[in-house]
């Protein structure tokens, strides 16, 4: 059993800044790629950043400048800073980690935290 926590969401005024954490919790070997995914009301859930093992990103184009992210490997956790944020940020933010491994060998494809709102005010 894997599970995916994530924190740090809340209420903010636009330009200001709030920073994410998810980690994940089991008896994990590995993790591959881990990321961010956002839904707001009434759209798709979209890719917001992911990150590698050995640190490679990726952002979505709205977000790049402004958001980043990073890992620690070590405690299963992965971050997102989220800076100068803007009204259509807001949005219920999802922690994703790809392919975790675990001790005995089992192998879960996609795990999903349960999520975490980002509002922002104009």
């Known amino acids: 059993q894997v599970q995916l926590v994530e924190s740090g969401g809340g209420l903010v005024q636009a330009g200001g800044s709030l920073r994410l954490s998810c980690a994940a919790s089991g008896s994990i070997s590995s993790i591959n790629a881990m990321g961010w995914y956002r839904q707001a009301p009434g759209k798709e859930r979209e890719l917001v950043a992911s990150?590698?093992?050995?640190?490679?990103?990726k952002y979505a184009d709205t977000v790049k400048g402004r958001f980043t992210i990073s890992r620690d490997n070590a405690k299963n956790t992965v971050y997102l800073q989220m800076n100068s944020l803007k009204p259509e940020d807001t949005a219920v933010y999802y922690c994703k980690a790809d392919r975790v491994r675990l001790t005995w060998g089992y192998v879960f494809d996609d795990s999903w935290g349960l999520g975490t709102q980002v509002t922002v005010s104009s």
């Open positions: 990150i590698t093992t050995g640190g490679g990103t």
